[in-house]
Every structure is written in structure tokens, then in C-alpha cells.
């Protein structure tokens, strides 16, 4: 399936991204040299292409599908397991959020928060994706219908040639880069 081809394929990004946080974490961790206002823009790369882009299409149509056609799958809990580990990831990012915000206003303690978050979402998020490049996207391409499959396909389409539209993939695979050189 190509569209589970591209969340494939942004999954590889998100996991870019990861190694970014770990490096910069490391340099609030060590007073290294980084500059605090790179995690708003990591945080709006996380809010953005991976929750937004990616899980829009994992949780509104892919696994939505998955839930409707593959009951046995959806009553294992594994399905909703990939939902509760996308809220987590959610509440890492706004604790992360308030941690550079406390940072910002003169808590030099808040960078316990800062790294705690960072480096539990990174821990999460990398979990998560093998998770779901070796297992969930299998179930969906040899368990769900053709039917299913060309709706899968139509609407990650419509989605990722919407966010092209908008260069949403362009700007966080622009900062990306911009970050890696930056960090690692």
C-alpha cells in the first residue's frame, strides 16, 4: 500500500527528529551550546507533521478502518493501545511546552521538566513507530479488504496532497535538516 509506504517513510523523519531531541537534551543537560528557542519550533514539528499529518491519518483513517473490519484485532486492545500511546506523546509535548516556558521566565530547575519530557517522548515515540512499522501496518495489509485498502489509500492521498498544498512537508523537512546540522 502506498499510503502506508509514506507513513513509512514519515515515520523515518519523525525518528530524525528523535535523534534531534536526544542531542539537544544532552546540551541543556551538560549547559552545552543550544539555543532555547529551538523547542518551539521542535515542539510545532511535533504538533504539526507528526501528530497533525501522521497520526491525522493513522487515527482518522487508518485505524478507524482497522477498527471497523478487523474485530477480533480492535477487541485485543492493540488498536486503542496506538491511540493512548498518541495521547502520551501529546502530553510529553504540552509538559515540554510549560518546561521552556518556566525555563524561559528564570527556572533554571525547569530543565529537569525540559529533558524529563523530551527524552520520555523521544523514548515513546521510537517504541511506538516499531510497533507499528512491524506490526499494526502488517495487519492492515494482509488482514483488511481491497475495498478498505483503496479507501486507505484515497484519503491518506487527498491528506498528503493537501499538506503539499499547504508545503506543510516541505517546511518541517526543511527544519529538520536545519536542526540535524545544527545538532548532530
Do not use: W
Not at 499529518?53 to 486492545?77: N, P, Y
Not at 515515540?125 to 475495498?147: C, G, Q, S, V, W
Amino acid at each position: 500500500m502506498e499510503a502506508i509506504k509514506i507513513m513509512i517513510d514519515e515515520h523515518e523523519n519523525v525518528r530524525r527528529m528523535l535523534k534531534v531531541i536526544r542531542k539537544i537534551c544532552y546540551k541543556v543537560l551538560t549547559n552545552g551550546e543550544y539555543d532555547i528557542e529551538d523547542f518551539p519550533r521542535i515542539i510545532d514539528f511535533v504538533r504539526i507533521y507528526t501528530d497533525k499529518l501522521h497520526h491525522g491519518k493513522e487515527e482518522d483513517i487508518l485505524f478507524k478502518t482497522m477498527e471497523k473490519e478487523l474485530e477480533r484485532l480492535a477487541k485485543s486492545g492493540a488498536i486503542k493501545g496506538m491511540y493512548i500511546e498518541h495521547d502520551n506523546g501529546r502530553l510529553y509535548m504540552a509538559n515540554l511546552e510549560k518546561g521552556v516556558l518556566s525555563f524561559k521566565e528564570g527556572s533554571d530547575e525547569a530543565r529537569l521538566d525540559i529533558i524529563a519530557n523530551a527524552i520520555c517522548y523521544a523514548d515513546l515515540l521510537d517504541r511506538h513507530i516499531e510497533k507499528e512499522n512491524t506490526a499494526m501496518y502488517t495487519f492492515a495489509e494482509r488482514m483488511l479488504t481491497e475495498t478498505s485498502k483503496e479507501f486507505i489509500e484515497r484519503e491518506s492521498k487527498k491528506i498528503d496532497e493537501q499538506a503539499t498544498e499547504a508545503g506543510t512537508q516541505e517546511k518541517y523537512l526543511n527544519l529538520l535538516t536545519e536542526l540535524e546540522k545544527k545538532y548532530c
